[in-house]
């Protein structure tokens, strides 16, 4: 999908989370965007590569994919959280953000690239220019405009 219609498709949930949960959209969307290569990969509408975890009640789905087997990249099949829409992944996106301590500080961060700061700082990728990324995307796009018409009122 192009990368204005993945915007256009995810921006009424990305701006709801910001209202909701304080995380701008402009994080949302370009954490979205690099994570699943602008909706290419989502399978069961996962957007954020997140496996489901020993607490996770909810549906699954297979994929192949490739991790790193005593360093070396080794085709696998992993189970990966699905979801029913895309709102429902970036409402449990938020939850993963809210309910772990270690992203705490993300919340005292008020733009989306202070979150991307945050969010590497924090240990979500092991990619050091996790956070360059996600702000070159924010940049490319000007996503950061949408952040002022989703926030939370004062």
Not at 27 to 35: D, I, N, P, R, S
Not at 62 to 85: I, M, Q, W
Not at 117 to 139: E, N, Q, S, W
């Amino acid at each position: 999908m192009a990368p204005g219609e993945f915007i256009e498709l995810l921006l009424p949930a990305a701006q709801a989370c910001h209202r909701a949960a304080g995380i701008p959209a402009s994080f949302t969307l370009a954490q979205a965007a690099l994570e699943s290569s602008w909706g290419a990969r989502a399978p069961g509408f996962n957007l954020f590569g997140v496996k489901p975890g020993p607490a996770w009640k909810g549906a699954t789905v297979l994929v192949d994919t490739h991790e790193f087997v005593s360093g070396v990249r080794t085709p696998v099949k992993c189970a990966f959280r699905a979801y029913g829409n895309w709102s429902a992944c970036i409402e449990d996106h938020a939850d993963f953000f809210r309910q772990n301590p270690r992203y705490k500080k993300c919340f005292l961060e008020g733009t989306g690239e202070g979150w991307a700061h945050a969010v590497a700082a924090a240990g979500y990728a092991t990619d050091p220019a996790y956070a360059d990324k996600l702000i070159a995307i924010m940049r490319g796009r000007n996503l950061v405009r949408y952040d002022a018409s989703s926030r939370m009122p004062a």
